[in-house]
């Protein structure tokens, strides 16, 4: 019996609509049936290779049924039919497939993972193998066209996203989206061994998610293109919230605008991540608003996210199965390693890590498979830095809670944002510095300082962590600094857990010690994450620990402390003389305003938005009465709390905590920081001569045109980790 002669359009997870669809439009003109195929490879939901969670979690997994839905009503609605395949793997699929018809051509979407590339090669194969026509590739996904790109950029890439952002905006144009199908023109395919969609995520082998949708998300997502199309027309065109409150997700807050405001996110991640909405088709209604409205600064953010996701992309293609491996894309093997800590794992993931605004973005991404960008790097920066654990944990985490995962998206930003901060660099040709395990503060102090720009007003945190809606927004972001009375039964900035009181040492013991293995030596050393047991003293600052006022900038320092602030400045021995002469002690004053006892610096956060900083000193001088000595103890001033403590239900932090002085330091910290990353960009640029920057590598100075060749990385002597199989090789 002949076999019919059809084209077949391979959808997958990141093309799942019928606009701008190149491989669609490829199939429909070329003039035979056109069969409609979706292969639910099982590959898809099984379990990590490490951790052992699922690869798609059920509420991703919900939103791709849904999604398969929109599209199969929308072909039905044309005359034509999505053929489901689910159980067998893709390649068996495509067998089958060539055994019922004549394949005169498969059409499909790119993709740039090794895994997915590899599913290609094994497509084209079958094909081969059966004497059907060819698997034709299109780039439907990004922004920029591949083949778009300069011939050095496909090549070897750009240097870092400013390099893609600079090809992108001045030597690439954004191709138009493709025009409407007519579907009806082409003879629809029925393919009697598809079984149909799935009619819920547990035919799949998950768990069923929360029917009921959480009331506290700003926006429920629903899977599929006619959502999709919805929300864009909504947040564009109907709310006209894209000119005025967009933040974006790589961008900083502007002008009182956080990335945890309602309306600040358009949330069309989800959809652009699985397909459902096309990139191009998003700039094309972008130009259209700002032609038909008006240009903001919100709308040159949103194309600033949309060249972040090809330069991601194309990275990840560039880079191939390194950002998959331990040592990531730039080779960093780090001594000190990495540990795969279950004890540590789990309070990370279900946000139960003590430090709120970390805490708040773990649980949103939980509950609702999402959360802002800045909660994601600061959770994957605590992972690695403070943790110490293998970012591949973290990664996996995310694949497998992640409503708008794309492999490319996920992978490249762990191994190009987390392994370089946590490795001590992003050059391959630095020298790795050494993680420092066990800590014994955090490092990670974007935790603190991220949430009183994103979360101001702790509305935010108090909206995911329950446990501290009773606070204040700086107590909600900061609870340690409500734990109680009096000043010693809290922990001091820096302080080894050793000296913690017995509350806190009751949850240091709760976690548990940690044994860790040096394959090298041996030996064992019994370690709680955040203090060596033994030599817990070396932790401590070395000289005084007492603190006094630095007249200069109104901050409190240790010896040490001002001697690191004037290091290159001024000689150790001026230093320890102008402490000595000039800081003034943090002596505990009573304010007659509430009788209350405060050290200068408390007083002056007390009182900062109200008078300057020699206003409030003089009033510390001249009008607050010195406080009697306690018995037994020192007249330091108590601690300002809330009447109920610690709060009840809220763990406590796993490390000891950083408190900056005000919301001012943070900024300013934030602009010096900003400074210091410019500084740095401009003296490579001048170093670099107005060379050229868009190799991997850059060019000997002594040698001119010619690269330098990649040092090999040095296998560090303590590894933990175990190898990921499958996943890079």
């Known amino acids: 019996m002949p076999r019919e002669k059809v084209s077949v359009v391979w959808f997958k997870a990141t093309d799942l609509r019928t606009h701008d669809h190149e491989p669609l439009s490829l199939a429909h003109a070329a003039g035979l049936p056109v069969l409609h195929l979706y292969v639910l490879d099982p590959r898809w939901f099984k379990s990590t290779p490490l951790a052992g969670f699922p690869r798609t979690g059920a509420r991703r997994a919900l939103f791709q049924l849904e999604a398969l839905a929109d599209l199969s009503k929308r072909l039905e609605t044309a005359g034509h039919k999505l053929c489901v395949r689910h159980g067998v793997s893709t390649a068996r699929a495509f067998e089958e497939l060539c055994d019922d018809f004549e394949v005169a051509a498969c059409y499909a979407s ?17 094909l081969k193998a059966k004497r059907a026509g060819e698997l034709q590739l299109c780039w439907t996904y990004e922004l920029h066209h591949y083949d778009d790109l300069p011939a050095e950029v496909r090549r070897k890439g750009a240097s870092g996203f400013s390099g893609y952002r600079r090809c992108f905006s001045e030597r690439v144009e954004v191709r138009a989206p493709q025009p409407r199908v007519d579907l009806a023109k082409s003879s629809p395919v029925h393919w009697p061994r598809a079984e149909g969609l799935p009619s819920s995520v547990t035919d799949l082998g998950l768990a069923a998610p929360s029917p009921e949708p959480d009331d506290r998300a700003e926006v429920t997502w629903v899977g599929g293109e006619t959502a999709a199309l919805a929300r864009l027309e909504e947040y564009f065109f109907e709310s006209n919230d894209i000119a005025l409150q967009f933040v974006g997700a790589t961008n900083f807050p502007h002008d009182g605008h956080s990335s945890t405001a309602a309306k600040s996110q358009s949330k069309l991640s989800p959809w652009l991540a699985h397909g459902c909405l096309s990139s191009r088709y998003l700039y094309a209604e972008l130009k259209r608003y700002e032609k038909e409205r008006r240009q903001t600064d919100c709308t040159a953010r949103m194309v600033h996210e949309l060249y972040f996701r090809d330069f991601v992309r194309f990275s990840a293609l560039l880079k191939g199965s390194k950002i998959f491996k331990l ?119 974007e935790a603190i300082y991220w949430a009183a720009q994103q979360d101001p007003d702790g509305e935010y945190i108090k909206l995911w962590v329950p446990e501290l809606r009773g606070l204040t927004g700086d107590l909600a972001r900061e609870p340690w600094k409500a734990t109680s009375q009096e000043p010693e039964e809290a922990p001091r900035v820096g302080s080894a857990p050793e000296e913690w009181p017995p509350a806190l ?55 040490e402390g001002l001697k690191e602030k004037y290091k290159g400045q001024y000689k150790l021995e001026e230093v320890r003389l102008y402490w000595k002469n000039t800081c003034e002690p943090l002596e505990a004053k009573t304010d007659p305003a509430d009788g209350k006892a405060y050290t200068l610096a408390e007083l002056q956060a007390r009182y900062r938005k109200q008078y300057t900083r020699q206003e409030i000193a003089e009033y510390f001088k001249s009008s607050c009465a010195p406080v009697k000595e306690r018995k037994g103890g020192s007249a330091s001033a108590p601690r300002k709390t809330n009447a109920t403590g610690w709060p009840e239900g809220y763990p406590l932090p796993m490390l000891p905590p950083a408190s900056f002085f005000s919301i001012e330091e943070i900024a300013e910290h934030s602009r010096r920081s900003q400074a210091r990353k410019a500084a740095k960009a401009a003296r490579l640029e001048k170093e670099m001569g107005g060379g050229s920057r868009v190799a991997g590598y850059t060019a000997s100075r002594s040698e001119p045109g010619k690269e330098k060749e990649p040092p090999k990385p040095k296998q560090g002597p303590r590894r933990w980790a175990k190898a990921a199989p499958g996943r890079d090789s």
């Open 327 to 445: 040592e990531g894309i730039y080779g960093r093997h780090p001594p000190g390693g990495w540990l795969q800590e279950d004890e540590l794992l789990a309070p990370w993931c279900h946000g139960r890590t003590g430090f709120p605004f970390l805490d708040a973005s773990m649980r949103e991404l939980e509950a609702t498979g999402s959360c802002c960008h800045a909660g994601r790097e600061v959770a994957a920066w605590f992972l690695v830095c403070d943790l110490g654990i293998d970012w591949r944990l973290g990664a996996e985490w995310f694949e497998s809670t992640l409503i708008d995962y794309e492999p490319a998206s996920n992978w490249f930003n762990w191994a190009f944002t987390c392994v370089p901060r946590a490795t001590g660099g992003n050059s391959i040709q630095e020298e790795a510095k050494p993680l420092r395990p066990p800590r014994t503060r955090l490092q990670t102090l």
């Open 110 to 126: 790119r993709e740039v993972c090794p895994e997915e590339l590899r599913l290609e090669q094994k497509v084209q194969e079958v």
């Open 505 to 559: 040492a009751k949850e240091r013991e709760r976690i548990g010690w940690a044994r860790r293995t040096f394959p090298a030596g041996g030996s064992q050393v019994a370690v709680w994450w955040g203090c060596a047991r033994e030599g817990a003293a070396s932790a401590a600052p070395s000289g005084t620990a007492e603190r006094r006022l630095d007249p200069d900038d109104g901050r409190e320092y240790t010896l």
